[in-house]
Each structure stands twice: as structure tokens, then as C-alpha cells.
């Protein structure tokens, strides 16, 4: 969690200082990734620990929440309307998602309702009694 509050506020730095450009190489596409990341880093952990979803509820609804509010930050407040932002956002999601499950050990329990690690023990449990 401590790492994740360092990125967390290290993207916040670099983020806010980006300018509106619509190249793939522009600070604007930096800005959206940061954002993207600080979604990410900040909504996970209210599906995963506040609503207690497992791994993979929370993984999707927080990229669809990144997602959305992607697509209203580009249709509702921007003048203009960009794909590249929103792929830049979206990017930015997937990174703060691996980075927190990544640093969490959220990755190792991907089971549909299923904790794998304790499937795994239960296993070899009964292998060693046979």
C-alpha cells in the first residue's frame, strides 16, 4: 500500500503541470495515463476491500469505471473529442490496476469465487495422505 501512495503521488506531480495536445507524444497523453493510473489506484481498492468483491469483480468494474468516465471526461468537458485520450486513459487504468494487484498480491488469487492457492494446499494435503 506505502508503494502505491508514492506512485500515487509521484503521478499526481508529473501530471498537473501537461498541456492539451492531441499528438501521441504530447504531455496531454502523459496526463491521461497519470489520471488513468490515479483511477485505477483509487477505485480498486473501494471494490476489493470496501464492497469485499473478489479479485476479478473488482479488476472489471474498475476498468469500467475508468472507462466511463474516460468517454464523459472527452463527450461532456472537452471541446474536442479524442479517441487518443481516452486509449491514453484507459492505458492508464491497466497500469494503476497490475501496479496495485501487482504490489497487493491480488494477482495470485484470479479464481471465479475460488481462492486457487488454497485449492492448491487442499491438494497436496490429500496427495501426501494417499
Known amino acids: 500500500m506505502k508503494k502505491s501512495l508514492i506512485v500515487l503521488a509521484a503521478l499526481i506531480l508529473i ?3 501537461c498541456f ?5 507524444d504530447g504531455n496531454d497523453k502523459f496526463a491521461h495515463v497519470g489520471g488513468g493510473t490515479i483511477i485505477s489506484l483509487l477505485v480498486y481498492p473501494a471494490f476489493r476491500y470496501g464492497y469485499e468483491m473478489p479479485v476479478w469483480k473488482a479488476a472489471l468494474s474498475t476498468l469500467v469505471v475508468g472507462a466511463t468516465l474516460n468517454i464523459f471526461k472527452e463527450s461532456v468537458m472537452d471541446d474536442t473529442f479524442s479517441g487518443k485520450d481516452i486509449a491514453a486513459g484507459t492505458l492508464g487504468n491497466v497500469m494503476g490496476l497490475t501496479l496495485f494487484m501487482t504490489c497487493n498480491g ?3 488469487n484470479w479464481g471465479f469465487g475460488v481462492d486457487r492457492q488454497a485449492k492448491v494446499k487442499e491438494f497436496k494435503i490429500t496427495a501426501k495422505e494417499d
Request: aromatic share 18%.
Open 106 to 108: 491480488d494477482y495470485k
Open 20 to 24: 492539451a495536445e492531441d499528438s501521441w
Open 15 to 17: 501530471t498537473s503541470t
